[in-house]
């Protein structure tokens, strides 16, 4: 819960943190690639917007009989450059001053190409001459066309000099005769932007530190209910139904509470019938599902299985009635056969009516306490004799009683089972371990055989009824392919795991009883 809790502030802290970067990123990025072309394009609508309200006083005065040089030079004789003339200014007088003063715009306006210049500025003369030189396409600066009309053009002009930029507006006023140059300078934008980036970054560095801190702990109001509700999911996700929130908040988390409190008694009372429902429902859908596939695989795997001894016994037996064993010792090598073929016949029924028991669930496990060793020793003697015969030793180095709960009847017949496969397979000279492996509250029983290890993808089918891996060699000893799945049944019936796995140097097939 430590760890969860650490990893919710944190989260919370990232995400801040993360939106605060991507914030500032986002202003670098617009100052860097936008911040120019914003600046310039202001500019130019300013010196536009200049344009525009000259050239509209200059209609009016040329209309009304005004002379605009006349009033120009008498603004300087009224104590220029100073600018604070005592008599009222006429308002293209005005106007020219406040784009000066504002902004930082110096106009000349002519008369046709270079007649009277009308400008406070004492680069008046400047100005006259660039405009002839941009009129005679002289322009010895690098440039940059902005705008153009069909009345004026404004260009981005670079000065070496001073190492700075300027816009130039010239052209001519909408009467076709008054010309005009108006400049105007601009600052290098990107080394403001960078200026700006760098304080953006002190600022926004100072603010990811303070802002990270203060909700790294003020989150931790916020975080405990969350943690507070995650211990009781976790403990109702144990089957834990005892868990209580108890917070007194009205907000969404004390409804979730409220929620959760009522859930867990609505739980605790449902789960109890669900078991017991679900548990009868399990058995009763899985006895419906066994016995149709039985009936199924019964047909199937009968008939199959069935087949070759019923040829066998017929063939011999057609043999014998139209006199092909005319001699004693073939006589008695026909019925010999067709004895054998009917014995495998009783022995593949009696088990099938086994299994079929079992997996109707008619032949029920009875509970019982023994001790498994003293079990497990008496199917070694039965089988000594066929050990002997095979050639095989067979190892079981338990001693001390190991009490065991089941039904000791079918777990002989797993074991015996089990040492029937072991001994179809094992070679002769080999060896057969019997083994008990303890845990805590179940003893897992092996049975091991040397020999050749079972192919990995026919480990988990064979506990089928009439698998078989080796089809040849099964019918050499007369299997059926029967024997694991009644063991698979019974242990199924113990509800207790069972399995086979390959060894180094042979195979070895294990089931789990409880310890008594």
């Not at 959760?260 to 669900?274: F, H, P, Q």
Request: glycine residues 6%.
């Amino acid at each position: 819960m430590k760890g969860m809790k650490h990893s919710i502030r944190i989260r919370f802290t990232l995400i801040f943190i993360g939106l605060m970067a991507a914030a500032l990123a986002g202003l670098f990025m617009i100052n860097r690639f936008f911040l120019e072309r914003f600046y310039q394009s202001e500019k130019v609508k300013e010196l536009e917007q200049a344009y525009t309200q000259v050239d509209a006083l200059l209609v009016f005065a040329k209309e009304n009989g005004v002379d605009i040089a006349q009033e120009f030079k008498d603004a300087e004789e009224q104590g220029r450059p100073g600018w604070n003339v005592q008599r009222e200014e006429t308002p293209i007088v005005r106007l020219v001053r406040e784009l000066n003063e504002q902004s930082n715009i110096s106009i000349a306006i002519m008369d046709g190409f270079n007649g009277t210049i009308v400008s406070f500025e004492r680069k008046g003369d400047f100005l006259s001459e660039r405009f002839l030189r941009n009129i005679l396409g002289q322009n010895n600066r690098p440039s940059e066309l902005v705008s153009q009309t069909e009345n004026y053009t404004i260009q981005k002009i670079y000065e070496p000099r001073i190492h700075s930029h300027y816009l130039e507006c010239w052209g001519f006023f909408s009467d076709n005769g008054t010309s005009f140059m108006m400049s105007m300078p601009i600052a290098s934008i990107q080394e403001s932007a960078a200026l700006s980036n760098r304080f953006l970054a002190y600022v926004g560095i100072a603010v990811m530190a303070g802002g990270s801190i203060l909700i790294y702990f003020t989150t931790r109001k916020m975080v405990s209910p969350i943690l507070s509700l995650t211990e009781i999911s976790e403990r109702m996700s144990n089957l834990d139904f005892e868990a209580r929130y108890e917070g007194k908040s009205s907000d969404e988390i004390g409804v979730l509470g409220y929620s959760m409190n009522v859930l867990s008694s609505r739980l605790k009372e449902a789960i109890g019938e669900l078991k017991t429902a679900n548990l009868q429902l399990q058995r009763d859908v899985e006895e419906k599902i066994q016995i149709d596939e039985m009936r199924k695989e019964f047909i199937a795997n009968v008939s199959h299985e069935l087949k070759t001894p019923i040829a066998l016994i017929q063939g011999y037996a057609e043999g014998l009635t139209e006199g092909m064993a005319t001699d004693p010792e073939s006589r008695d090598y026909y019925c010999e056969v067709i004895m054998d073929e009917a014995q495998k016949m009783n022995r593949m029924v009696k088990q099938l009516l086994t299994l079929s028991a079992l997996e109707s669930g008619k032949d029920m496990a009875v509970m019982e306490r023994f001790d498994l060793t003293e079990m497990v020793q008496g199917v070694l003697s039965s089988v000594k004799i066929l050990t002997e015969q095979a050639g095989v030793t067979a190892v079981f180095d338990e001693k001390a009683p190991c009490f065991v709960w089941a039904d000791e009847f079918k777990i002989e017949e797993v074991v015996t089972n089990y040492l029937s496969n072991a001994l179809n397979h094992v070679q002769p000279g080999g060896e057969i371990r019997v083994s008990f492996q303890q845990q805590a509250s179940r003893v897992r029983v092996c049975v091991f055989n040397t020999g050749s290890p079972v192919p990995e993808e026919d480990l988990p089918n064979l506990w089928t009824k009439f698998y078989k891996v080796d089809k040849a060699r099964t019918r050499a000893y007369g299997g059926s392919g029967i024997g694991l799945s009644i063991v698979k049944a019974i242990m199924d019936s113990h509800q207790q795991p069972y399995g086979a796995e390959n060894r180094e140097s042979g195979v070895v097939f294990w089931f789990m009883l409880e310890k008594a």
